[in-house]
């Protein structure tokens, strides 16, 4: 089964401040139809998971500009520019390129200085 | 507008049987797949199995010998029954819509505690 590893687990920030979230997986995610299907998503406390980033740098509707995804294969980014209160939670990456196994990452969680 | 909204027991005794029940709306089970996803407190989410649009199931190898999906289309509602629970069964479980790149909504979720 793919693997996905997230570092770092905690991140601390200021607002502002841009971070990073690296996520890497055990295989590439690069499917035979060329599209590499890896998601960001964001849980915010108390709240179920949501979609932030599909197919690795797509914006899901209504989601700010300041998040941003880029990457190939195994190795891929969620970008915060200007990270804003609201902001903060767990991001995990998943992919579904494997289907039908999703597989989740383990999850990075974001706190506001 | 889609919605998912999970329910069942909260309270499940060791060895026995989880049902749970996801009832959908604003879209049709017929043109949309959904899974049911599960994640312990504290920890990420894992994929459980699957009800494809087309009355087909899949299942986390995991999983598959405790686990059956199924669905009633005409209530819009898709059901959940593991058996032989444990205490590591505990947390909370997710129905989802599933499309081509991956899960874009999720229901509330319901706490599932496994205890005597």
């Known amino acids: 089964d793919v693997v996905l590893t997230q570092t770092p687990p905690t991140l601390s920030a200021t607002i502002g401040q841009s971070v990073s979230i690296s996520c890497r997986s055990s295989q590439s995610l690069l499917d035979s139809d060329g599209d590499t299907y890896l998601n960001w998503l964001l849980q915010r406390p108390g709240q179920s998971p949501q979609l932030l980033i599909y197919?690795?740098?797509n914006l899901e509707s209504g989601v700010p500009n300041r998040f941003s995804g880029s990457g190939s294969e195994t190795d891929f980014t969620l970008k915060i520019s200007g990270v804003e209160a609201e902001d903060l939670g767990v991001y995990y990456c998943m992919q579904a390129t494997h289907a039908p196994l999703f597989t989740f990452g383990s999850g990075t969680k974001l706190e506001i200085k | 507008q889609v919605q998912l909204k999970e329910s069942g027991p909260g309270l499940v005794q060791p060895s026995e049987t989880l049902s749970l029940t996801c009832t959908v709306s604003?879209?049709?089970?017929?043109?949309?797949?959904v899974s049911w996803v599960r994640q312990p407190s504290g920890k990420g989410p894992e994929w459980m199995g699957r009800m494809w649009y087309d009355g087909d199931t899949a299942y986390n190898s995991a999983l598959k010998s405790r686990l059956s999906i199924s669905r009633d289309t005409s209530k819009n509602q898709v059901f959940l029954k593991m058996n032989s629970l444990q205490t590591d069964d505990t947390g909370t479980y997710y129905c989802t819509r599933d499309y081509t790149m991956g899960i874009d909504y999720w229901g509330q979720g319901v706490m599932v505690t496994v205890s005597s």
């Open positions: 604003g879209f049709s089970l017929t043109s949309y797949s």
């Open positions: 197919s690795v740098s």
